[in-house]
């Protein structure tokens, strides 16, 4: 499985290297959570099939859920069968939080994608 490390996908972000950060983490966990990574989308994993369309193929895609399970690892390989660079957060939102990576506020709406 393709894949994406803490300490890779921080270096990207201080590259403002072009990539779509998607965020699937349940809406509860998220709510729980409080925050997001910087410049992440939030989308329903439970709609997975009505967004997945809508994913830019120009730049790869990373997915990111509560711990770097079944949800990111799914939907990775959803788009990776649709012929999109998709690789998922390794260990997920709460090792970033836990390496005290930056977060910010969620906001309580869906992201669209770009």
């Known amino acids: 499985m393709d894949r994406i490390t803490i300490c890779e996908l921080d270096e990207w972000l201080r590259a403002q290297r072009s990539f779509t950060l998607l965020d699937v ?9 409080g925050a997001d990574i910087p410049g992440a989308r939030w989308l329903r ?5 009505t967004w997945k369309d809508e994913v830019p ?7 990111v ?3 770097g399970h079944e949800l990111s690892q799914g939907a ?3 788009l990776r069968a649709m012929g999109l660079d ?4 390794v ?4 090792a ?15 992201g669209a994608l770009p």
């Open 25 to 33: 983490r349940r809406e509860r966990v998220r709510t729980a959570d």
């Open 76 to 78: 990775a390989a959803t």
């Open 86 to 89: 998709a690789r998922f957060l």
């Open 65 to 67: 859920c509560a711990h």
């Open 96 to 110: 970033w939080r836990e390496s005290g990576r930056p977060v910010v506020p969620i906001e309580r709406t869906e």
């Open 91 to 94: 260990d997920g939102f709460a």
């Open 45 to 49: 994993p439970e709609d997975l099939f």
């Open 57 to 63: 193929r120009d730049r790869p895609a990373v997915i």
